[in-house]
């Protein structure tokens, strides 16, 4: 794969997102973002497997660190869903209420991740969640799209939008994650439009490139990439 400009690879990893009745002087309050090692796409050929990463990305309000994330994975098309299995493994202490970020329907997909005390990971970034990712079809190599999404059933109902809670005790303050925040309808009666709306990043099987080591990541039937410094992941939500 030839390199390509940063703006298509923050085109790729970032998506729309929504705000808080209070927009943050930030651009963003975090980001969470599930990635093949350091690539955010990978070429899966029919019982390949992968490993996928799913990160908070600390920023703004979320640089000292995050006691919880809330989230789900949206798959798209949906009608191809079945043909997928995925197993999530969750980091050892961390309390986990919900079927799954990524639940086949009809289940309510989405997690609520709760630590037992203030996580900064390695300063950048907290590992969220490992995920085991195998493909069980022979048909054509569609597209597929992994896009990080609010719970189903949010937890307040003025965030609707994955979110990060801080390292305030007691109040354990909720920030909504992305770059494009916006206010949208509250879905309890009168429907005043004062939530928040927000998706965060995505990830790619068989689709769209946006490698960041100018390398597609790989599954585990084919040659593994070069892995690719987290500075350069860094860098797009500056």
Not at 126 to 154: G, Y
Not at 190 to 207: D, E, H, K, L, R
Request: with cysteine; hydrophobic share 40%; charged share 10%.
């Amino acid at each position: 794969m030839n390199s390509f400009s940063k703006a298509a690879v923050a085109a790729a990893l970032t998506v729309a997102m929504a705000a808080t009745p209070a927009v943050p002087a930030y651009a963003a309050d975090g980001h969470i973002v599930p990635l093949f090692g350091e690539d955010c796409d990978i070429q899966m050929g029919p019982l390949c497997s992968a490993t996928m990463y799913v990160y908070g990305l600390l920023q703004g309000a979320s640089t000292t660190g995050i006691t919880g994330a809330e989230y789900s994975i949206e798959f798209a098309p949906a009608s191809l869903r079945s043909n997928w299995l995925f197993t999530e493994t969750f980091v050892p202490g961390s309390l986990v209420l919900g079927g799954g970020a990524i639940a086949p329907s009809p289940q309510v997909r989405g997690v609520n991740i709760a630590f037992p005390n203030c996580q900064t990971g390695n300063g950048t970034r907290v590992l969220l969640e490992t995920i085991d990712v195998l493909r069980l079809d022979f048909v054509a190599w569609n597209e597929i799209t992994l896009k990080v999404v609010k719970h189903d059933r949010p937890s307040s109902q003025f965030f609707q939008c994955p979110l990060f809670t801080l390292c305030d005790a007691p109040v354990y303050t909720k920030v909504c994650v992305g770059s494009n925040l916006t206010t949208c309808p509250n879905p309890e009666p009168p429907f005043p439009n004062n939530a928040t709306c927000s998706t965060s990043g995505q990830a790619y099987i068989n689709g769209r490139e946006c490698c960041l080591s100018c390398e597609p990541a790989v599954a585990h039937c084919t040659v593994a990439a070069a892995p690719t410094a987290w500075s350069r992941v860094k860098a797009l939500y500056r």
